[in-house]
């Protein structure tokens, strides 16, 4: 289970590209999310994480919350993040930016789900 | 708890890197020891810290009010302890130095990266250095008056110390992109200032823009290169009698999206740099990993970065003639293919000349983006060379017909090659009397050979046509026929290793020289290596086992690797 999930993304020619995808322990790994942006790729788009709208980022930062058990996610846009590390001096500051600027996303499951003898012990 | 005594972490800061020094990390009291303990033989690199040197835009300062920049004692102390020091004045954003080594008066114009981000580096004690625009006209100005005051001070007290421009870079789909390059606003409103000027001068190119957008990314080159040159003609310039050339250092950890990987402790792994570390090597630049915490650099990656950046890679680089003995007799990177092509070109990946060295040739060929020179000395004569017709002047065709007639054995792409040219290469191969052969394979080829000398023209729009198989297989069939003799590895996924040769000593008169192969396992799993036999290798010993063993074979060598374990093997090469 990732802890939480970092989403940076940039507008660019009326689309949204997701630029970045980590969690504390590295990149979500590219068969994640390759199964769940199929849902969200339009015929004849071009390569990369190409979404429509920010709505439909959060849908599908949802998704991949769900598919990876995450907690929670953070949005957070190229300009927001400039911002962001403007008034960072260490890398203890910049691992904050995506929880001081960016936008959250709860996963909806993960509150709901029964916790079982071994997840009580390992999560 | 402990039981050594805890290395001191100054000394970390210190020397940060392979034999780099930061004086301004130290107190000045305390240099004289430094350099006492610094026992390495490679020369001493002391980056100009600018800003450190110019907190006033009215002041300069070499030592007259403050300690720490007292340049004059630090070369002199350099002196008494026979420590051989370069001057290393960053021509680009330098990525260990705060604000990229600007004053902090000139630190407005942040830089980005091509996604947008501003580019920010994490150095090695985990701080964050943000890089400035170098597009600004006022840095330039400052610049200029900088090195000014640097040539002045060099002359005026007797200093003959080299000082050499530092283009400072990060791999970029394993190619060189220097911290020059930027992508920010600044960057945009200096090009559109170009873009009018050239409208007089030049209208033809902007015409061709309106009609091809993509030719913009052509001028945005144009464009860099030019103010790219004016900051190195201000540094030869002001510092004539110390300035000896442009090197390339590529810091590992310092590519735009290491932040990333870098800021979180469960991430950042020595095993992501050495591939970088090889791939730094075959772009012919010299790494440095000035950046990286002493704690990332405990195990494998230690022992990476002993075997590479060696004395003799550094010398090598430095181009000193003075140095020529010890290349002989220090371990030199195993090269057996040199290619040269400019940064814009991606000829090399697109003929899958690069995957298939990657593949078999793993790190033995270097990329060099300047035109090829053929000195008289040329001690590189016996690899192969590989030219693209493409970008090739008359002077550059001249010194390929050069090192033909000498013996050299070149590939040379005939794609996009000026008529010229290929009337010249028609009349020198007639003139000369040259034996030639006319084959098709995948490409049109062309054979002419001169004693040791031999050519292969081939075009590479053929060769794109052609499936991966096929261009893999044609690049193999041309390289089995030169000959080339080396041992056979057969390695697991993820296991890195690396061929480095020495000539060989009064000892070792039975071999023409010395290879040695190095094995790291920068993985967490046990990995496994073999080396088949070879007629032309005798096993020799091996070398710094660390979690490693090495058994011998009826049909080679077979190495087993423990994670984090390397071990070097050595050979005696014969004909």
Redesign the interface.
């Known amino acids: 289970m990732e802890k939480e999930m970092n989403i940076l993304y940039k507008f660019e020619d009326n689309s949204y590209e997701i630029i970045q995808l980590f969690s504390e322990n590295g990149p979500i790994p590219s068969k994640i999310i390759t199964s769940v942006y199929s849902e969200f790729k339009r015929p004849g788009s071009p390569d990369g994480l190409l979404l429509s709208s920010i709505d439909e980022i959060g849908r599908f930062v949802v998704d991949l919350l769900s598919e990876t058990d995450s907690p929670e996610g953070y949005i957070l846009s190229i300009e927001d993040y400039n911002i962001g590390v403007d008034s960072c001096l260490d890398t203890e500051q910049f691992r904050e930016i995506f929880r001081r600027f960016g936008t959250n996303i709860q996963n909806p499951d993960s509150g709901n789900k029964k916790k079982n003898l071994f997840t009580k012990f390992f999560n | 708890m402990q039981l050594t005594t805890p290395e001191l972490k100054e000394y970390d800061s210190v020397f940060p890197g392979e034999n780099w020094f930061f004086y301004w990390k130290t107190s000045p009291a305390l240099w004289e020891s430094k350099f006492q303990e610094y026992n390495d033989l490679s020369p001493i690199f002391i980056p100009i810290y600018w800003g450190l040197h110019c907190e006033d835009p009215d002041q300069l300062d070499f030592g007259t009010n403050r300690p720490e920049t007292d340049l004059k004692r630090l070369f002199t102390l350099a002196e008494r302890y026979r420590k051989e020091v370069i001057l290393i004045l960053p021509i680009t954003p330098c990525p260990f130095l705060t604000n990229g080594g600007l004053p902090s008066y000139l630190s407005r114009s ?1 830089m980005c990266a091509e ?4 580019l ?1 580096i ?1 150095d090695n004690e ?3 250095n ?1 890089l400035f625009s170098f597009y600004d006209p006022r840095i330039f100005q400052s610049f200029r008056k900088f090195t000014w005051h640097l040539g002045q001070f060099l002359s005026q007290n007797g200093f003959n110390k080299e000082v050499f421009g530092a283009d400072f870079g990060y791999l970029k789909e394993n190619r060189f992109e220097s911290y020059f390059r930027d992508y920010s606003l600044t960057f945009d409103k200096g090009f559109h200032r170009y873009l009018s000027q050239i409208e007089q001068s030049e209208p033809e190119k902007i015409e061709k823009l309106k009609i091809d957008k993509l030719y913009e990314q052509v001028l945005k080159e144009d464009y860099s290169s030019l103010v790219k040159g004016l900051y190195l003609e201000a540094a030869n310039e002001t510092i004539p009698a110390n300035w000896s050339g442009v090197l390339k250092f590529t810091c590992l950890g310092g590519a735009p ?1 290491d ?6 402790e ?2 950042e792994s020595e095993a992501q740099f050495i591939k970088p570390l090889l791939e730094i090597l075959v772009n012919d630049i010299i790494p440095s990993s000035v950046l990286l915490s002493k704690n990332m650099k405990t195990n494998v990656l230690k022992k990476a970065l002993k075997d590479i950046v060696s004395q003799s890679l550094i010398k090598t680089h430095l181009n000193n003639d003075l140095y020529e003995e010890d290349l002989h007799t220090g371990y030199q990177p195993q090269v057996l293919f040199k290619v040269f092509c400019s940064d814009a070109d991606n000829l090399i990946e697109s003929t899958s000349l690069k995957y298939f060295f990657d593949r078999e040739y793993q790190w033995m060929y270097r990329i060099h983006n300047q035109p090829f020179h053929y000195p008289q000395d040329y001690e590189d004569a016996e690899k192969v060379h590989f030219f693209f017709g493409k970008n090739l002047s008359l002077k550059d065709f001249n010194q390929i017909l050069k090192l033909f007639l000498n013996g050299g054995r070149i590939f040379l792409d005939s794609f996009q090659m000026t008529q010229e040219l290929s009337r010249k290469l028609n009349l020198f191969i007639t003139e000369n009397s040259i034996e030639t052969e006319r084959i098709n394979f995948t490409s049109p080829l062309l054979k002419a050979s001169l004693g040791d000398g031999l050519i292969v023209v081939y075009d590479s729009a053929k060769l794109e046509e052609a499936s991966l198989m096929k261009r893999v297989t044609f690049w193999q069939t041309m390289v089995k026929f030169l000959n080339l003799r080396i041992c056979k590895l057969v390695i697991e996924d993820g296991l890195m290793y690396v061929w480095k040769h020495r000539g060989s000593n009064t000892y070792e008169l039975n071999y023409e020289e010395i290879r040695r192969v190095s094995f790291y396992n920068p993985t967490s799993y046990r990995k496994k290596a073999s080396i088949g036999s070879s007629q032309n290798y005798a096993f020799l010993k091996t070398v710094d086992e660390m979690s490693a063993d090495v058994k011998s074979t009826p049909v080679g060598i077979d190495v087993d690797l423990m994670p984090g374990g390397s071990v070097s093997i050595d050979f005696g090469y014969f004909e």
């Open positions: 942040l996604d947008g981000r501003v920010t994490v985990k701080r964050l943000k999206d932040i990333f990987s870098r800021s979180f469960r991430w």
